[in-house]
T-cell receptor, first 116, second 111 residues
Framework: GAGVSQTPSNKVTEKGKYVELRCDPISGHTALYWYRQSLGQGPEFLIYFQGTGAADDSGLPNDRFFAVRPEGSVSTLKIQRTERGDSAVYLC??????????????FGEGSRLTVL | SQQGEEDPQALSIQEGENATMNCSYKTSINNLQWYRQNSGRGLVHLILIRSNEREKHSGRLRVTLDTSKKSSSLLITASRAADTASYFCATVTGGGNKLTFGTGTQLKVEL
């Protein structure tokens, strides 16, 4: 597809379960970002990939959160032992920028996670 | 943490009126961007202004940047009902590559 694709669009899980959220960026975009957005708030930065490596993971809230991008394209955000406070919309974005000041980000529609 | 704060938090206007939203930020920036988000959807990039620019136009959008006051404004002229959305400013700071978003302004344009 032409845009950033995120799956699933909705995920309901129980407290304590493991969750994976997938992001398929725009082809050729080297930079990939994960953000988390709670209701009525702006997106909160989680992690940024440049190619296969996590260039900045300072926004991951704790060690239950982990993200990978093994081939420099698709990325998976993994959340272990989910808690009710993890409920949010998880947004993925990609960008052409390979270094330096960030240009325009292209966002997916998000994955809405609800932890019961 | 949020770098920017938008003001007002919510704005309701009539179609045809102009809408002005303001963004204040805390630290020096490389550039500032404005994004739009329709309810339940992803964000869409509107415009980017670099730290050495003072004003930029794109269609009905006009963005200003005052680095001495650490603030920016987004003006939407001749608003339409379809402009109803949340608008966020986002900044890139230092040598980093991450965008830090503000808290957003909810704009409602009524017919």
């Amino acid at each position: 597809g032409a845009g950033v694709s995120q799956t699933p669009s909705n995920k309901v899980t129980e407290k304590g379960k493991y969750v994976e959220l997938r992001c398929d960026p725009i082809s050729g975009h080297t930079a990939l970002y994960w953000y988390r957005q709670s209701l009525g708030q702006g997106p909160e930065f989680l992690i940024y990939f440049q190619g296969t490596g996590a260039a900045d993971d300072s926004g991951l809230p704790n060690d239950r959160f982990f993200a990978v991008r093994p081939e420099g394209s698709v990325s998976t955000l993994k959340i272990q032992r989910t808690e009710r406070g993890d409920s949010a919309v998880y947004l993925c974005a990609s960008s052409l920028t390979s270094s330096g000041a960030t240009g325009e980000l292209f966002f997916g529609e998000g994955s809405r996670l609800t932890v019961l | 943490s949020q770098q920017g704060e938008e003001d007002p938090q919510a704005l309701s206007i009539q179609e045809g009126e102009n809408a002005t939203m303001n963004c204040s930020y805390k630290t020096s920036i490389n550039n500032l961007q404005w994004y739009r988000q329709n309810s339940g959807r992803g964000l869409v990039h509107l415009i980017l202004i670099r730290s050495n620019e003072r004003e930029k136009h794109s269609g009905r959008l006009r963005v200003t940047l005052d680095t001495s006051k650490k603030s920016s404004s987004l003006l939407i002229t001749a608003s339409r009902a379809a402009d109803t959305a949340s608008y966020f400013c986002a900044t890139v700071t230092g040598g980093g590559n991450k965008l830090t978003f503000g808290t957003g302004t909810q704009l409602k344009v009524e017919l």
